[in-house]
């Protein structure tokens, strides 16, 4: 449709229409199941109303959704089409690896890749828009969504968040195969008080905008349809009616002009906050600061409309709300196709297609993180293997927000180490507790898989724990399992951080797994029997403990910074108990075979004003098999006119080395790259000294130091 023939229609909508167009329910006010993703909710309302709202959440599937579009368009005065939005986080129905797995093949091409296959089986099914990226930083595995999250670190979710909305979104959202994208959750949702769900968050403006914003911006960068406002306060005020936070940073210093949706019910929400005496306050407050779309409450339901006949709220703030959703309908084609590209014919083409399953299977594989090896990884095919708990055959291992995957195809570790290995000699042993006879059985093998960790019940919203220790049935398990059998590979799964230093300790292989979805156990038994070349490096830090949390590898000096020694230091800042740093810290991962890196060479010493250092190292393939590599670069500011940290993540280079290989990488180092919030919050970069690291992950210490001209 023209502008302005939008525009017509937008002054020729009542103000109940408008209002209406403002609003989201789920498929259980349709006379549909509905997808249930948040707490029950009764609103009054006549029986045509729903048909009447401008979207749908948590619907699927091209008929059914044929079927809606037409029943709602009958109901719409103006015949306007309805926009369908669904959670389709990490695939729709094949479930590729959960975020912060995909955070952890430190590879945009792979996200981008999963994303684009996962917006064409979605739009097949008729979805117009999806709840995904979520890019909050996540430095707190006390909290379930963790796994939903690419990661702890700003420069890699920004990466992640980029890739995404353009796998997701394309070029242009009307094109098959593509579906709008919304960012979410606005904003730093990941860092509650206690790592406790819905909690609020207490981070100063400076941690605000230089970490927490960062992914949500480049998101915006990447042209995200949508934004999804979270539940927590900011500067205790909730995020669905922070004005400063949603008009002023978002829409304004961010540049962003799309459609601000509330997460469910987060509008009616803040009545629990506290902070709106009714729903009428509540539905004020967030229109008038920019929440444009009411997920699942009834609070613009049931009062913009006499808000604006009272003079209570400008009708100006309700048509600009109505505009941005008319024009994100527009842009999807809908006024012309209301069903866009989903149809039967279409998904049977694109659902499960070879293309989703190979990508399923090499995601699995690439975003693993092989934490320890002594070298009894890659097994071999001929020994007698036991494979051993409850995990290897759970089907549960697609993520808790695979609302939609077909769990009928999920193949399980021990499904997927037959159809790697068709000949293999394995015992399996299913449970957590063998029976003395089975570990007899376990004793005589070659050697032993064995996986522990959490399915995906115990991740997800509102799936907080204090205590995010290997639970103590598993520990139990791999002592007994150790004592019989010293030759054991652990797999960690789960969609969190665990701390595990006691299976760190003994334990001779260990695989961070995640939850890999539908097919993503086949790239694991690739890995485990050396048919692929495990290069996932960690997206978020597993922590020795609980105590240790929230933990980050971007830590800062404090005043009373901790010697490079072991064991407790009195007087300055560490624990008498265990060490500051984590058990594995981000961007870690093993290899078979290890990428040695040369010491870095710099262009210069002084970066001069407007000029560039090029920073170079060589890196070699010392192993026997293709080897894929992520080439970090870390930069430390050493002095500001604010605490600066100890290090950060400037820039990642994925290379691929044959045996042997060699190659050059080099990083270009500007002065926009330095740049951060100063003591005014002014982005600026201050001249001084710096300090590059590049290498393997977060720990390196193959640096230079540089100095920039003031
Ligand atoms: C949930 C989640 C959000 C999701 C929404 C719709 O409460 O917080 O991530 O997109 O509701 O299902």
Known sequence: MKTDELQRLLEDMTLEEKAEQLVQLHGGFFGDVGTITGPAAEFSMDADQPYRTGSVLGEAGAEHLRDLQDRMMAKQPHGIPALFMADVIHGYKTAFPVPIAIGSGFDAELAEEIASLAAEEAAAAGVHVTFSPMVDLVRDSRWGRCMESTGEDPYLNSLMAKALVKGFQGDDVSKPGKVAACVKHFAAYGAPVAGRDYNVTEICEHTLFEDYLKPYRAA???????????????????????????????????????????????????????????????????????????????????????????????????????????????????????????????????????????????????????????????????????????????????????????????????????????????????????????????????????????????????????????????????????????????????????????????????????????????????????????????????????????????????????????????????????????????????????????????????????????ASVDVTNDGGMEMKEAVQLYIRDVKGSVVRPVRELKGLKTVRLMPHETKTVSFEIDEPMLRFYDADMNFVSEPGEFVLWIGHDSGTENGRGFRVEG
Request: some cysteine; charged content about 25%; hydrophobic content about 40%.
């Open 220 to 614: 915006v960068e990447a042209g995200v349809k949508l934004v999804m406002t979270a539940f927590n306060t900011i500067d205790r005020k909730p995020c669905t009616t922070n004005k400063r936070l949603l008009r002023d940073v978002l829409r304004g210093d961010m540049g962003f002009d799309g459609v601000v949706i509330s997460d469910y019910n987060a509008i009616g929400e803040t009545l629990n906050h506290g902070s709106s005496y009714d729903k009428a306050d509540a539905a004020k407050k967030a229109l008038e600061a920019g929440c444009d779309i009411d997920m699942m409450s009834d609070c613009y339901l049931g009062s913009v409309v006499r808000l604006i006949r009272e003079g209570e709220l400008d009708e100006k703030l309700l048509d600009e709300a109505v505009w941005r959703v008319l024009v994100l309908k527009n842009e999807l084609g809908l006024f012309e196709n209301p069903y866009k590209d989903g149809s039967p014919e279409n998904e049977k083409r694109v659902i499960f297609s070879e293309r989703h399953r190979e990508l399923g299977r090499r995601a699995g594989a690439e975003t693993a993180v092989l934490l320890k090896n002594n070298g009894i990884l890659p097994l071999g095919d001929s020994g007698k293997i036991a494979v051993v708990g409850e995990l290897t055959q759970d089907t549960r291992i697609v993520g808790s927000w695979s609302i939609f995957a077909d769990t009928s195809k999920t193949v399980t570790l021990k499904n997927a180490l037959c159809e790697v290995v068709p000949n293999g000699k394995f015992v399996f042993v299913g449970n957590d507790d063998p029976t003395d006879e089975e570990m007899a059985e376990i004793g005589v093998c070659d050697a032993v898989i064995l996986a522990v960790g959490e399915n995906e019940i115990p991740t997800g919203e509102s799936m907080s724990v204090a205590d995010i220790s290997l639970n103590k049935a598993h520990l139990r398990l791999f002592e007994r399992v150790m004592s019989c059998n010293k030759n054991t590979v652990v797999l960690v799964f789960g969609g969190r951080p665990l701390a595990i230093p006691e299976i760190a300790e003994k334990a001779p292989a260990i695989v961070e797994a995640w939850l890999p979805g539908t097919l993503g156990c086949l790239g694991i038994a690739d890995i485990l029997f050396g048919k692929k070349n495990p290069c996932g490096r960690l997206s978020m830090s597993i922590p020795y403990c609980s105590g240790q949390l929230p933990i980050s590898y971007s830590q800062f000096m404090t005043g009373r910074p901790k010697p490079k020694t072991d064991g407790f230091v009195r007087y300055v800042s560490n624990y008498m108990d265990v060490p500051n740093h984590p058990l594995y810290p981000f961007g870690y991962g093993l290899s078979y075979g290890e990428a040695k890196y040369s010491p870095v060479r710099l262009s210069a010493d002084v970066l001069k004003k407007g000029g560039v250092i090029t």
